[in-house]
């Protein structure tokens, strides 16, 4: 069986900078033409002139040839100004703001650390219509991890919401059931990203046989009830909801440590690991719309016009991959995955 879908765009991907960057790149490239670019790097992003450059330079690690278009983000500190915000709703490249609460995750470290310090920022970005792209979680040590997305809504995404009415929000990579339901009640401009890795697997997954850092991200992988209202939200056709990878690559000596880091590398099977989603939910004929067209029409942008075709066709992914003078452990590593890339056209 093959399917034929619009060219997907992956709504959030992390590829990185420097000696990696051509590795990471390639597998994105041969499947998706546009990307939203996270900016945590170190030093983050937080710049349209940094924008600028890290542009340029994912611009010259693309393969010969290669279509694809990378949609820049900055990264939001406490110091962020509203000038900074008016400069990147002029540059054609910056797409939108990413707000990391301090401390939430990998490179976080410049956050925010208080919403009261960016309103003012928030309020510039609302006005012209610059999308704030969250990644909803509270830090607080108090508390626990698999409840830190809920915590979030509950503390500080509603009360954003209500405090900005117009701002276009995108709650990423949700993995909660309430985060679903959230974004499906909430007002007009609110939508969310979900990954790969949170449709296939709950947290057992983390613990199958022994400890499996390689399935550890953020925010963690929840129980089964909550991918099962995921997998609902993806293929229910409901445009607030579509597909943004989180591929975040580490060296596998990063994440097979005494302090693994988190992120799941999926750019190398970034479409085919969500038509295994959508066809087990006996939901193919809504994989496009999801992969294809509601990112983009969030985003004001163009849908695709060339295609990409898909076998269902079993193949066995690698043990790893390079990156740089490492390597990058790719999800199913050694495992099969059920679908594969036979052609893109234009
Ligand atoms: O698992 C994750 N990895 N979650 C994030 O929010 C960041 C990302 C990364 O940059 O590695
Ligand atoms: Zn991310």
């Given at each position: ?75 939001l ?22 707000l990391?609460p301090?401390?939430a ?7 925010v650390t208080r919403l009261a310090h960016v309103y003012n920022v928030l309020e510039?970005m609302q ?5 704030l792209l969250i990644h909803g979680e509270v830090t607080s040590?108090?508390v626990?991890?698999?409840d830190r997305e809920k915590v979030f809504i509950d503390e500080t995404l509603s009360k954003l919401v209500n405090e900005f009415p117009a701002l276009r929000i995108v709650f ?6 309430e985060a679903?339901d959230f974004v499906?009640e909430a007002r007009e401009g609110v939508?969310a ?154």
């Amino acid at each position: 069986m093959r399917i034929t879908i619009t060219r997907p765009d992956d709504w959030h991907l992390h590829v990185r900078d420097g000696s990696v960057l051509p590795h990471v790149l390639a597998h994105t490239v041969r499947r998706f033409a546009r990307a939203i670019i996270m900016p945590n790097l170190t030093p983050p992003i937080v710049h349209v002139a940094d924008a600028s450059a890290y542009r340029d330079r994912i611009r010259a690690a693309l393969p010969a040839g290669a279509e694809f278009e990378p949609l820049m983000t900055l990264y939001l500190t406490d110091a962020t100004s509203p000038n900074e915000i008016e400069r990147a709703a002029e540059a054609p490249f910056v797409h939108a703001v990413k707000l990391y609460p301090a401390g939430a995750t990998t490179n976080s470290a410049e956050g925010v650390t208080r919403l009261a310090h960016v309103y003012n920022v928030l309020e510039k970005m609302q006005r012209l219509g610059l999308p704030l792209l969250i990644h909803g979680e509270v830090t607080s040590r108090d508390v626990d991890v698999f409840d830190r997305e809920k915590v979030f809504i509950d503390e500080t995404l509603s009360k954003l919401v209500n405090e900005f009415p117009a701002l276009r929000i995108v709650f990423e990579h949700i993995s909660t059931r309430e985060a679903a339901d959230f974004v499906r009640e909430a007002r007009e401009g609110v939508a969310a990203t979900i990954t790969c890795h949170h449709l296939l697997y709950s947290r057992s997954a983390m613990f199958a046989g022994g400890l499996r850092p390689h399935y550890y991200c953020l925010p963690v992988l929840k129980r089964e009830a909550h991918r099962q209202a995921l997998i609902a939200a993806a293929t229910s056709g409901n445009p607030r909801f579509f597909l943004g990878t989180d591929s975040a690559p580490h060296a596998r000596e990063a994440k097979q440590s005494a302090c693994g880091c988190a992120g799941v590398f999926t750019a190398h099977a970034g479409i085919e690991l969500y038509a295994e989603v959508f066809e087990a939910a006996a939901a193919l004929d809504r994989l496009q719309p999801f992969s294809s067209e509601f990112g983009a029409d969030f985003y004001r942008l163009a849908r695709n016009r060339d295609t990409l075709t898909l076998e269902r066709k079993s193949w066995r992914v690698p043990e790893s991959y390079p990156f740089g003078d490492s390597a990058v452990q790719p999800l199913r590593a050694g495992e099969q995955i059920q679908w594969q890339l036979v052609a893109r056209n234009t």
